[in-house]
């Protein structure tokens, strides 16, 4: 088969994917889709849940095991689009839909490119491939729920839309949950303990917030406040104020350390993480893969966005066809020219690491 033939059909497949609607845990049949494709290739390949996977034919135990991931599931479509999100079209070299750049264009590229390594014999490495699911909700059932299922991992390639460039680090994410406690009142008598006014300063606190230890991968941890409630009706003065705040984590600090100094140090009643398990994620400069992709022309970056990777605790690589500035875009794209170089690329990177 060549490359040239698998890059035809990687983009059928994309078409296909585009026009089965696939939110987040109803992946059921877009899953069914990468099945066929493996059924086409003679591909021996498993099925859990909604997460297809699979190992290259001549698959070694004694050989470290390669992770080649993207995912199947989208966001919903938002009330900004004028195209259909559920139809293919290809318009002056795009290819629209949702789900086309994030991350369809790089999950149908590395299907391509264990298609085209399957029934190579004396590679270097194993490879484990995983289309998975629930990647934009975070949920359980997703690349998450297969790591104690697939072989242990080494190093990983995740794919999601990076101009075909290196992100060798990733930032994590902490999402905590705050209180600033006063005083119920009547609105019309005096209260000198009203949250609402309270919450200025605990806002204060937060914008102003610089952590020390900044990374030359991924700068600064970023922390902003994205949500505020408080209050029932307008006569009446509510006992809380309830914040959202979002954490961006660098390389440099621990999911753990972020939630030990926000609970210690913050101007809230109560400060709670919902999860601590979505960490920042890294790989050497120095590894092979990262070289092979600065030999071909690649540059290197850290990516503020979180993605599977935070799931691994291997050395992994966020590398992908498409611009992650289009991805939950109305009238979402990617260019053909992109899943083309971006097929040729990884088949290029993994012949320098694995051939």
């Given at each position: ?6 890059t ?6 994309l ?16 899953a069914s ?46 009330t ?35 298609t ?16 998975s ?16 299922t ?34 119920a009142?009547h ?33 600064d ?42 609970q ?37 970056y ?28 109305a ?13 040729k ?11």
């Amino acid at each position: 088969m060549s490359i040239q033939q698998l890059t035809n059909d990687a983009i059928s497949l994309l078409k296909q994917l585009i026009e089965t609607p696939s939110f987040s845990s109803e992946e059921d049949q877009t899953a069914s889709h990468i099945e066929a494709w493996m059924q086409r290739y003679n591909i021996e390949y498993k099925r859990n849940q909604n997460n297809v996977w699979a190992v290259n034919k001549y698959f070694d135990a004694s050989k470290p095991n390669m992770l080649l991931n993207s995912h199947h599931d989208t966001v919903k479509p938002n009330t900004a689009y004028t195209k259909d999100p559920f139809k293919a079209i290809v318009e002056d070299g795009k290819l629209y839909g949702l789900g086309s750049n994030d991350a369809g264009g790089c999950l149908v590229s590395l299907i391509a490119t264990f298609t085209h390594f399957y029934n190579q014999k004396d590679l270097k490495y194993n490879l484990i491939l995983v289309a998975s699911a629930e990647e934009e909700s975070s949920g359980p059932n997703g690349l998450n729920s297969m790591l104690t299922t697939i072989p242990k991992i080494d190093v990983a390639i995740v794919g999601e839309p990076t101009l075909m460039n290196l992100a060798v680090a990733e930032k994590g994410l902490v999402v905590f949950d705050a209180k600033v406690k006063g005083t119920a009142s009547h609105a019309a008598h005096p209260n000198d303990d009203n949250p609402i006014y309270k919450t200025i300063e605990t806002l204060q606190w937060f914008r102003d917030l610089k952590f020390e230890k900044s990374t030359e991968a991924l700068g600064d941890v970023k922390l902003t406040v994205t949500q505020i409630n408080a209050g029932k009706q307008h006569n009446v003065v509510p006992a809380d104020v309830e914040l959202v705040i979002d954490v961006r984590v660098n390389d440099a600090y621990t999911n753990t350390e972020i939630a030990e100094f926000l609970q210690k140090n913050a101007p809230c009643f109560s400060i709670v993480p919902r999860s601590l398990h979505l960490n920042s994620s890294s790989i050497p400069v120095e590894h092979p893969l990262v070289q092979a992709g600065i030999a071909l022309g690649r540059t290197t970056y850290g990516s503020p966005t979180l993605s599977d990777q935070a799931w691994l605790s291997c050395k992994s690589l966020k590398l992908g066809p498409g611009d992650s500035q289009r991805s939950h875009s109305a009238d979402e794209f990617i260019y053909l020219h992109e899943i083309e170089e971006g097929i040729k690329i990884y088949i290029d990177l993994l012949n320098r690491v694995i051939v």
